[in-house]
């Protein structure tokens, strides 16, 4: 009860409830989580399940323009599988991929970030010049050659079925500089701090110093970080199935329904595409707004 009072008693909270682009975005992208999380529930139809799919009601428009038909309410794409469906389904996957890619490079970058700014030396200078010449590379072109790699060595036959790792690992690889970069700047602040010290003068060991007493100090430009990320790695990943090396048809992500809608928009069946593309800018918009509201909102110099 008492925890519940303080977070109702925040100046987090008091400043969502006076953001109302925040609130607004923060019920998108909720309302297009949940959809995805409930999926199999409330989707009028399994997209996965070959069985149910009639190549006969391919292309069928949506349900208010003539010939469309009430079993789909957004129309249906090119195998007979129902639009409205297939965004739930993609959301489901395009979401997926994007926690588990900032989740990898969260956990890398601050890593890195913790033991370059605790140690210093030639720790540090190996860290940053690696993330120096990381930074050279666009995310999307480093995300291609490392996605590329996993293809390469894995083979045609063993990458069938994991693609969804490989795009996890390729995104994931391309963000973890701004956080390691972060996390060191605060690090080399922290260490000098009294109860670093303290810490030391008691026999603390050094990774228990970084991930028990300067780890919880140093999250909060990481979490705004991470929820900014989490926009852009939706957007590479539906990059990525755009350009045909993220998930396969059979298995759709929203930049994957882009893809395969996109053949047909010239022959007049526009809702193959752009009901999924609307869903994709609706997801990453209202996360990156979320991202933005929340790096004001921490901001000490804007209270």
């Not at 428009?61 to 007979?80: A, T």
């Not at 930049?255 to 609706?282: C, H, K, Q």
């Amino acid at each position: 009860m008492n925890r519940l009072r303080r977070i109702l008693g925040s100046d987090l909270l008091w400043s969502f409830t006076r953001s109302p682009g925040a609130m607004i975005a923060a019920t998108v992208a909720f309302g297009l989580c949940l959809c995805a999380l409930f999926a199999p529930l409330i989707a009028p139809q399994n997209p996965f399940d070959l069985a149910s799919l009639d190549l006969m009601d391919a292309r069928d428009p949506p349900v208010w323009l003539s010939g469309g038909d009430h079993r789909f309410l957004l129309g249906s794409d090119s195998q007979g599988r129902d639009i409205l469906s297939a965004i739930f389904f993609g959301a489901r996957i395009s979401i997926g991929v994007s926690l588990a890619s900032v989740a990898l490079a969260l956990v890398i970058g601050v890593s890195l970030g913790l033991v370059a700014g605790y140690f210093g030396g030639r720790v540090e200078a190996i860290v940053m010049r690696a993330a120096d010449v990381q930074l050279t590379f666009p995310a999307i072109l480093t995300a291609l050659l490392i996605n590329g790699a996993a293809r390469a060595v894995l083979g045609p036959g063993r990458v069938a079925g994991s693609e969804f790792w490989v795009l996890v690992i390729s995104i994931g690889l391309s963000f973890w500089v701004q956080y390691a970069r972060t996390v060191r700047a605060s690090t080399l602040v922290e260490r000098h701090k009294d109860y670093v010290a303290a810490a030391r003068l008691i026999g603390a060991s050094a990774p228990r110093i970084m991930f028990t007493h300067v780890l919880p100090n140093v999250l909060g430009p990481v979490l705004v970080i991470a929820t900014i990320n989490l926009a852009l790695a939706i957007i590479t990943e539906a990059t990525l199935s755009f350009l045909g090396v993220g998930l396969p048809p059979s298995q759709p992500s929203l930049g994957t329904l882009v893809r395969t809608g996109n053949d047909y928009l010239m022959s007049g069946e526009w809702w193959i595409v752009f009901f999924p593309g609307v869903a994709l800018a609706a997801l990453a918009l209202s996360v990156n707004i979320i991202g933005d509201w929340l790096r004001d909102a921490l901001n000490p110099r804007l209270r």
